[in-house]
């Protein structure tokens, strides 16, 4: 079960460097840098559509509205960028 949280942890790390390689891009699409800084500074700040403090509403709309916003960034970025940006994250 540890390696597998393990191996969870090394693929989310993964993909946040992948995503920061893509916002740092200079040929991915402005909207789409738009939709991956939204779902960061959502992530990040302390003020959401639902307040934390609310039980099990509260942290839903952080698990549904971040990964729509990357979806979202991803769908309109070209998948040659976002295959580069994987290959340099994981150190290729």
């Known amino acids: 079960m540890f390696e597998k949280l393990k191996s969870t942890l090394e693929k989310f790390k993964l993909e946040l460097k992948t995503y920061q390689l893509v916002l740092k891009d200079s040929r991915t699409p402005r909207l789409a840098k738009f939709f991956l800084?939204?779902?960061?500074a959502y992530a990040v700040s302390p003020i959401d559509f639902i307040p934390d403090f609310?039980?099990?509403?509260?942290?839903?709309?952080?698990?549904?509205?971040?990964?729509?916003?990357?979806?979202?960034?991803?769908?309109?970025?070209?998948?040659?960028?976002?295959?580069?940006?994987?290959?340099?994250?994981?150190?290729?």
Do not use: Y
């Open 37 to 40: 800084g939204m779902a960061v």
């Open 54 to 92: 609310i039980p099990i509403l509260g942290h839903l709309d952080d698990v549904v509205i971040v990964p729509l916003l990357i979806v979202i960034a991803l769908k309109l970025t070209p998948k040659t960028i976002i295959e580069e940006c994987r290959v340099k994250a994981s150190g290729g």
